[in-house]
């Protein structure tokens, strides 16, 4: 049995004289209130924290891109502000706009930047030049606006062939830009090709590289196997549709489930591909392979589907853009891979997030957007059960409106209809109710409208009237005039319940936050108090007369 020392003696401190008493509180108090300090700036949880996110980046997830070509585009701060309503985390821009980036700052938003075509050939022909554009686009802003990668160029081998000499070495001067700004490890670079570099895509076993572009490519794929950079490549199953028309069947375009027999099957893997976008992703998986790579994943930096065009493409419609989109969405959080690599989803970036009227034609270059530029919806997503990004276009927050630019005599045969046949609520805009103010078709066919839409249950088809409808994510209510599927009125209550108890899942984790400071700040005191306390104990009989 080991002997107790004599400090552990409960007779031990009778023996001890007071200044030793004092020194060793005062040395305990003094490890509590470092150790306190440590554990609030513990390097331990930092490093976790750090962790997690590189976690959180290596999971697929479905981006949007971002294009500017829009009138009344929102204000950078309420663009955020939309991103975040729409639980949208990842987003492509196709410059470096500093007011975005700025209103991006301690969001949990990622974002890959870019290198405009037109910038290139300065890039490539000086070191100093990418030093300078890394430092002026990525080094002002981060950390605190999370940019995962620069995109350099778009589509450069085909669009700007001139161009192709200096991309790898603007690639590369960016790159040593990077390290020296010790960043290399945080924010990739790579480039975004077009489909068409890759000949013969199906059966994807037989793609491979356009072999006047291997002189370029093949260094390019060799940085990016080595930098760990992903193969950017803008991924279109519309265009092989169009182009393919008979031969690819729709609803493989689409995702839409098929029969066996109707499944592409490569002859000489036998995999079965149920869908062009998993074809497309493979092709260029088998023409890496030819060059030799391995281990570089493929990106895909754009995809979606137009709702609307002109005659010449009669397939750019509201529910082929809804069904492709929606069933996207779905396929990459399944996170099914694809035949050839099944334990690989390819994250997805759609193209895009607003409709672009300012574009030039054809029609369908202004209509990719999941949203007008004013934020309301282009049609309604159906992504339940994938988690929360762009949940938002699924919950009750939808509401059925009256178009722009509609000729009033038909927008009042549809008021009529809704407020008769249709059995809409119209009493709230009769005169003296709170809704008859603004007295006009428009102001009162869009609440017709919505009751309709709510009374059935915001089902497909419902807010349609032949075509003068839309449907939006803003809510049209106004003043005292509350529209039916507002919540406004049943949140009255609870807003008033919340500011005596709130029980959010954010302000839980408040609570935990602060909970976890206010413990290290109390141990900090604690011990300065017991400090103070004994420290005036010992110090009282020295001082108090016998």
């Not at 400090?7 to 004289?17: E, V, Y």
């Not at 930047?113 to 030093?131: D, K, M, R």
């Not at 927008?411 to 009529?416: C, I, R, S, T, V």
């Amino acid at each position: 049995m080991r002997k107790p020392s004599s400090s552990s003696s409960p007779m031990a401190i009778t023996n001890l004289s007071p200044s030793t008493i004092y020194f060793c509180f005062f040395f305990i108090s003094t490890l509590l209130f470092t150790a306190s300090q440590a554990t609030s700036s513990s390097p331990i949880l930092t490093t976790t924290k750090q962790q997690q996110n590189q976690d959180q980046d290596k999971e697929p997830f479905v981006g949007v891109n971002i294009g500017t070509d829009v009138s009344n585009l929102l204000s950078p701060s309420d663009l955020v502000s939309f991103l975040q309503v729409q639980q949208i985390n990842h987003i492509r821009l196709y410059d470096a706009d500093p007011d975005i980036l700025k209103a991006l700052a301690k969001t949990k938003i990622r974002v890959i930047i870019s290198v405009p075509n037109n910038q290139i050939l300065a890039i490539g022909s000086s070191n100093t030049t990418a030093a300078s554009w890394v430092g002026r686009n990525v080094v002002a802003y981060y950390p605190e606006t999370l940019i995962t990668g620069i995109a350099v160029g778009d589509e450069v081998l085909t669009t700007v062939p001139s161009s192709a000499p200096l991309l790898l070495p603007a690639i590369q001067s960016l790159y040593s830009a990077l390290v020296a700004a010790n960043l290399h490890t945080h924010v990739k670079i790579s480039t975004p090709h077009a489909a068409s570099i890759i000949l013969d895509p199906f059966p994807p076993s037989q793609a491979f590289f356009n072999q006047s572009w291997t002189q370029v490519v093949l260094p390019l794929l060799q940085f990016l196997s080595k930098t760990g950079s992903p193969l950017m490549m803008n991924l279109y199953p519309y265009y092989v549709f169009m182009q393919n028309k008979g031969v690819v069947p729709l609803d493989n375009a689409l995702f839409k489930p098929l029969t066996p027999s109707k499944e592409m099957v490569d002859p000489n893997t036998l995999l079965h591909y149920t869908n062009v976008l998993d074809a497309m992703i493979d092709a260029a998986y088998f023409s890496m392979k030819n060059l030799n790579i391995t281990d570089v994943v493929v990106l895909v930096t754009e995809s979606g589907w137009p709702s609307k065009a002109d005659s010449k493409e009669p397939f750019a419609t509201i529910d082929n853009a809804d069904t492709y989109n929606s069933n996207l969405i779905k396929h990459v959080f399944d996170r099914s891979g694809t035949p050839l690599h099944p334990e690989t989803t390819s994250s997805v970036y759609i193209y895009e997030l607003f409709n672009e009227d300012l574009r030039s034609p054809p029609v369908s270059e202004a209509n990719w957007g999941l949203f007008y530029g004013d934020s309301s919806a282009v049609y309604l997503l159906h992504v339940s059960g994938s988690g929360s990004f762009l949940a938002n276009d699924t919950t009750n927050q939808t509401y059925c409106i009256a178009m722009d630019g509609v000729d009033s005599k038909i927008l009042q045969a549809a008021l009529d209809w809704a407020c008769g046949p249709g059995r809409s609520n119209c009493s709230e805009i009769q005169p003296g109710q709170d809704c008859y103010s603004p007295n006009n078709v428009k102001s009162h066919a869009s609440y017709a409208f919505d009751s309709y839409y709510q009374k059935e249950g915001r089902a497909a088809g419902s807010c349609d009237f032949k075509g003068v409808a839309t449907i939006t994510t803003t809510d049209p209510s106004h003043g005292s005039c509350i529209f039916p599927g507002s919540k406004k009125v049943s949140n009255k209550t609870r807003q008033v319940v919340n500011s005596t108890h709130s029980s959010s899942g954010a302000d839980r984790l408040r609570f935990i936050a602060l909970s976890s400071n206010r413990i290290s700040a109390i141990s900090g005191i604690l011990s300065v108090f017991f400090l103070v306390i004994f420290s005036t104990l010992l110090f009282i009989p020295f001082v108090t007369p016998c």
